[in-house]
């Protein structure tokens, strides 16, 4: 029989880590218990959470984002995914970090870029950072090799066709990334 009353209310809602339990008075050995009671889920190396049935995307990202710290934004094929702009289904949790990261997680697929423009296109949200959909777009552009021309194609035909964003957005964010010269074919097929 699961007994929620032996977690502490602040670590009931959301994620937490070992240090996180520690902090609010839990033990290491105490976690393990919860976790043979099911009263906790571990969602990865360090990251807990109490029971509560399915994971939900934003969850998955919060998770990523402990992994990997901070800065880092859900970018690319995982972004193109929660703003329904794509059909493809990713099978890791895209993230944008900066060159230098790494990370041995498998359930990640890194995104190194040299100068991420942290500032440029990116909501910052609890827990997590994510790309927004005209940036997400214009780095779909920008990777090609690793995404598909034809998935960034798509993406910005549904984001136009569904008024998520426009292309004057779409470009000025290209610009505001020196990348305007790669969407600007597209941009010009679209107006």
């Not at 906790?40 to 939900?56: P, T």
């Not at 992994?67 to 949790?93: F, H, M, Q, R």
């Not at 090609?144 to 798509?154: E, H, L, N």
Request: hydrophobic fraction near 40%; include cysteine.
């Amino acid at each position: 029989m699961r007994n929620m009353n032996v977690l502490p209310e602040s670590l009931r809602t959301g994620l937490f880590s070992a240090s996180d339990a520690k902090e609010n008075g839990v033990s290491r050995y105490q976690i393990e218990q919860m976790l043979t009671q099911g009263i906790l889920e571990r969602l990865g190396r360090g990251v807990f959470r109490a029971s509560a049935g399915d994971i939900s995307e934003e969850e998955w990202f919060k998770v990523a984002t402990f992994w990997v710290g901070e800065p880092s934004a859900i970018c690319l094929l995982s972004a193109l995914s929660y703003y329904n702009l794509t059909d493809e289904i990713p099978k890791k949790t895209w993230i944008m970090v900066p060159h230098s990261k790494l990370s041995r997680h498998q359930g990640l697929h890194l995104v190194r870029i040299r100068s991420p423009k942290w500032n440029a296109g990116i909501d910052k949200r609890q827990g997590f950072w994510i790309t927004n959909i005209p940036r997400t777009i214009a780095d779909a552009f920008t990777h090609p090799q690793i995404i598909g021309s034809q998935v960034a194609v798509d993406s910005l035909r549904r984001a136009i066709n569904e008024n998520l964003t426009s292309i004057g957005a779409i470009y000025e964010m290209a610009l505001e990334l020196n990348i305007g010269y790669r969407i600007l074919p597209y941009v010009e097929l679209f107006s």
